[in-house]
């Protein structure tokens, strides 16, 4: 297995493991460094996030010593100016919408109209 491959296939593990989660992945071939930008800044700092990068961050530079991976979160302030790769975790609607319910502290009621994607279909939820 080549580097893009152990790459692609940890970028799907990820996308899978974590609801709502956006990864850009770039490789910058001059460099040979595999950058992976991760979405939403908040999940970043998670505990499971954290573990997960670390198991991956060990097993990449097992396998591949000459190489180099950075993962860093969407809020630095370095940001990809070429995108290879796009991964988009499936998000939970019923988790969302019990964020939505409890960050607006209401019943039911939508103030704005609000859209997500998951699984490749558009959802919209308007008042």
Not at 17 to 23: D, M, N, P, Q, W
Not at 57 to 68: A, G, L, M, R, V
Not at 71 to 91: A, P, R
Not at 101 to 125: D, G, P, W
Request: net charge negative.
């Amino acid at each position: 297995m080549n580097s893009f491959s152990f790459i692609t296939n940890i970028l799907d593990k990820l996308s899978r493991e974590f609801s709502g989660i956006v990864l850009r992945y770039h490789h910058d071939k001059l460099s040979d460094v595999h950058f992976v930008e991760v979405s939403p800044p908040e999940l970043f700092l998670t505990e499971d996030y954290i573990d997960s990068e670390v198991d991956i961050t060990d097993e990449f530079y097992s396998n591949f010593p000459n190489e180099n991976i950075c993962f860093f979160s969407s809020s630095d302030e370095f940001k990809l100016q070429n995108i290879d790769l796009i991964y988009k975790g499936e998000f939970e609607i019923s988790k969302w919408l019990d964020a939505i319910f409890y960050e607006n502290n209401t019943s039911n009621v939508f103030t704005k109209s609000k859209c997500i994607h998951a699984n490749n279909e558009t959802y919209s939820l308007a008042a």
